[in-house]
């Protein structure tokens, strides 16, 4: 339990399984080398499977003790762990992709910096709450029709509430968002 007292649930965290993880990844088809951000990096579900991979990972944490183990645990690995509020990140000035299971509360925020102009983002694999990725891959997210025309938007993996412990009260989908390669 937190230090409040209140168990995992309660405060609105909810791990990815790392079965579960190791899915998204395997999804996201990452090649050794590559940059990838995990924004809500947790205790790594997914920073592990990155590292597998032969990824970069900027892993993003704001949890303090969280950041404090994921430190520790990836030491030795590729891994540079950041300290910050997804809303305050510096995006990386060379292209990067994004394999994230982020907050669900800090979705459109993360969404908007992720695909703001100037963005080097090349793809995202984002565990997101499926409501909004259903939003999103309509177009009915605000500002949605004017991302559509940089990147292509749709659903991946749709995991149930049994990939996250504890369970969260909604269903999630991978949102997919890729940058079309333009051909001159």
């Known amino acids: 339990m937190p230090g409040s007292g209140q168990a995992r649930g309660a405060w609105g965290w909810h791990p990815l399984d790392s079965r ?10 990452i090649s050794p080398g590559e940059l990838v951000l995990d924004v809500g990096a947790g205790l790594g579900a997914l920073t592990a499977p990155l590292v597998r991979a032969g990824a970069q990972v900027v892993a993003v944490e704001l949890h303090p003790g969280r950041a ?54 090349v793809s995202a694999d984002l565990v997101l709450q499926r409501a909004v990725v259903n939003r999103w891959t309509a ?24 990939a996250f412990t504890p369970p969260p009260h909604v269903d999630s989908a991978v949102l997919l968002i890729r940058r079309p390669t333009r051909r001159t």
């Open 68 to 121: 404090d183990r994921l430190r520790r645990r990836f030491a030795d690995a590729p891994v540079t762990v950041v300290r910050a509020d997804a809303g305050d990140l510096r995006l990386p000035s060379r292209p990067f992709r994004v394999v994230s299971s982020p907050p669900y509360g800090i979705s459109t925020s993360l969404l908007k910096r992720l695909l703001a102009p100037g963005s080097r983002l």
């Open 139 to 162: 177009g009915a997210a605000p500002g949605a029709a004017r991302w559509s025309q940089y990147y292509d938007l749709s659903i991946g993996i749709r995991l149930p509430r049994k």
């Open 20 to 29: 579960w993880a190791q899915r998204v990844v395997d999804s996201a088809g």
